[in-house]
């Protein structure tokens, strides 16, 4: 049985659901300039050419950043230091070695401090999905680095739960992030521990916790999915975790439950 087939009989194939993810994209780059409107007939349907990379690929942060040089080549596990971040994308739409605007899953990449007193993870029996062969739910290596205690990276969808804006990790300090943390009774090992902000969404103020990944519920889709605990509200929820794994030294993600990620 092919790979294919046997994903069809569990639902949705890997090739539609990039399908899915380009169209929605491109669907939506195509609404903002005005391109679909009631009543309008339709172009024909869009023919997909290029290549979907698995590999995360860095994107360009629209105020200087340290990785904005590197836009557009795959993120690499030794490029961070302690607590350093970066945004992403994963299986974008590639024309001519360039990323199409608008395709694939927004991340943000995080390396946290490797240690184990406050890092948390849901146990084995607890996981709502098989993760991909080789794949986990964060990067770590104790010999890259390991004047550093080793490396520790984990990846996220960057899109916030509460409306669908874009977090981001050290980047926006203006407003600063609420520290009325024990309202939503949290307590984030970055900020309380390690004095670091945790993932921040600037527009409405939601914080999730790069340290602490647990169990929740999509209401949108209805899944248990792993993520990064929500710290601070209005988001209800954690914020997606994405598997990875490295090849060599490039991260590449792996998709565990598409409807992790359906909400926006």
């Given at each position: 049985?092919?790979?294919e087939?046997?994903?069809?009989?569990?639902?949705?194939t890997?090739?539609?659901?990039?399908?899915?993810?380009?169209?929605?994209?491109?669907?939506?780059?195509?609404?903002?300039?005005?391109?679909?409107?009631?009543?309008?007939?339709?172009?024909?349907?869009?023919?997909?050419?290029?290549?979907?990379r698995?590999?995360?690929?860095?994107?360009?942060?629209?105020?200087?950043?340290?990785w904005?040089?590197?836009?557009?080549t795959?993120?690499?596990?030794?490029?961070?230091q302690?607590?350093?971040?970066?945004?992403?994308?994963?299986?974008?739409?590639?024309q001519?070695?360039?990323?199409?605007?608008?395709?694939?899953?927004?991340?943000?990449?995080?390396?946290?401090?490797r240690?184990?007193q406050?890092f948390?993870v849901p146990?084995?029996?607890?996981?709502?999905?098989?993760?991909?062969?080789?794949?986990n739910?964060?990067?770590?290596?104790?010999?890259?680095?390991?004047?550093?205690?080793?490396?520790?990276?984990l990846v996220?969808?960057?899109?916030?739960?509460?409306?669908?804006?874009?977090p981001?990790?050290?980047?926006?300090?203006?407003?600063?992030?609420?520290?009325?943390?024990?309202?939503?009774?949290?307590?984030?090992p970055?900020?309380?521990?390690?004095?670091?902000?945790p993932?921040?969404?600037?527009?409405?103020?939601?914080?999730?916790?790069?340290?602490?990944?647990?169990?929740?519920?999509n209401?949108?889709?209805?899944a248990?999915?792993?993520?990064?605990?929500?710290?601070?509200?209005?988001?209800?929820?954690?914020?997606?975790?994405?598997?990875?794994?490295?090849?060599?030294?490039?991260?590449?993600?792996?998709m565990?439950?598409?409807?992790?990620?359906?909400?926006?």
């Amino acid at each position: 049985m092919s790979w294919e087939k046997e994903e069809k009989e569990k639902g949705m194939t890997r090739r539609e659901w990039v399908q899915i993810g380009v169209g929605a994209g491109l669907v939506a780059s195509l609404a903002g300039l005005g391109g679909l409107v009631a009543g309008q007939i339709l172009p024909p349907p869009y023919k997909f050419t290029g290549e979907i990379r698995e590999t995360i690929q860095y994107t360009k942060f629209p105020t200087p950043q340290w990785w904005n040089t590197k836009a557009g080549t795959p993120v690499r596990v030794s490029d961070f230091q302690e607590w350093q971040g970066a945004t992403g994308v994963w299986r974008g739409l590639f024309q001519d070695d360039k990323y199409v605007p608008g395709t694939g899953f927004p991340v943000i990449i995080v390396r946290i401090k490797r240690e184990s007193q406050f890092f948390s993870v849901p146990p084995p029996s607890q996981m709502p999905a098989p993760l991909p062969t080789g794949f986990n739910l964060y990067f770590d290596d104790a010999t890259l680095d390991a004047a550093n205690g080793g490396t520790r990276i984990l990846v996220f969808f960057d899109r916030c739960v509460h409306l669908c804006c874009y977090p981001g990790w050290h980047v926006v300090d203006n407003p600063p992030p609420g520290r009325d943390y024990s309202a939503y009774g949290a307590s984030p090992p970055t900020y309380v521990q390690f004095k670091q902000d945790p993932i921040y969404c600037v527009c409405h103020g939601s914080q999730y916790e790069p340290m602490v990944l647990i169990v929740n519920v999509n209401d949108k889709s209805g899944a248990k999915y792993v993520g990064a605990e929500r710290v601070h509200g209005p988001a209800p929820r954690a914020l997606p975790v994405i598997p990875v794994q490295a090849q060599g030294l490039n991260l590449v993600g792996g998709m565990a439950d598409p409807n992790w990620y359906v909400y926006c």
